[in-house]
């Protein structure tokens, strides 16, 4: 996105050739379905308003920012403090994949800025996972200057070499920008990092920021659906047991109940095969012979 290369360039431009500070804040705030925004947050101290609002210029007319409202980019107004000025750009996206496209226009399609932006959603019947693994290189930022070829015109007509201007810029860009990293998944699980100094070929320079996150959220709705459905499972089971054991005692007591009955009001009397067998003897027992 050539413009959104050559607005951030009209900014550098003023603030980075005054000698002034400008923090730059990537924000990548992640939703529950996947979605959500890439924030950029810009901060520039008095100094670059001053640089920045000359011969009676403003920071609006200065900055033109309607085409990127037009490329799905939502801007905030300037907002000015004691210590300077701030800005907001934002870039919804629907899914992660939306994401490295989003942080490309930036810096630029060619840039190595972003030299990692990996962002998933794994959504699950139970539980939905989440990870973002960033990392941003101050150093491979390119304004892109000899690439816009209507702000290149504009310098030299004004006898100055755009060559030399990105060069310098280029130079200015990798430490007198600060950058920082944050992001935020569902859950309210955040990560941030800021970029630090360090020495390289006598100058100092921001170092590569990494931001890597990971986070888990359960459906607990679902859980609670699929725990009672195994209660109500293992209630019926046991019903089922229970009744299978009293249907199995049932008929042994019946048994045992008629044989009580018989037996109570209707005692035994001889057979007629016991009275056969009988000895002859007890037969004339009652009855001598005569």
Known sequence: MAR???????????????ACRVDTAVVLHLNSDGSGRVILQVHVDRAAVTAAEVDGRTLETSLRLDDLTAAGWSISKWRRTSSGASITASH???????????????????????????VTHKPGALVDKY??????????????????????????????????????????????????????????VTSSADSKSAVKDGGAVSTRIAVSNAT?????????????????VVSAVLLLLAGSIRARRRPHGRHANRHGHHGAHAPAQPSDEVERHRPRSEHGKHAPHK
């Open 131 to 188: 990870s973002v693994d960033l990392e941003l290189d101050p150093a491979a930022l390119k304004l892109g200057l000899t690439n816009d070829p209507a702000l290149s015109e504009v310098l030299r007509n004004a006898g100055v070499a755009p060559e030399i201007v990105e060069e310098t810029l280029n130079a200015r860009a990798a430490k007198d920008i600060h950058f920082s990293l944050k992001s935020e998944l569902p859950g309210g």
């Open 4 to 18: 959104w290369r050559s607005i951030f360039l009209l900014l550098a431009a003023s603030v980075l050739l005054a």
């Open 216 to 232: 888990k959220v359960w459906h607990l709705k679902a859980i609670s659906l699929l725990l009672l459905g195994v209660a109500l």
């Open 92 to 118: 919804s996206f629907t899914n992660p994949q939306g994401v490295a496209p989003i942080l490309a226009e930036i810096a630029g399609a060619d840039s190595s800025f972003f030299s990692r932006a990996v």
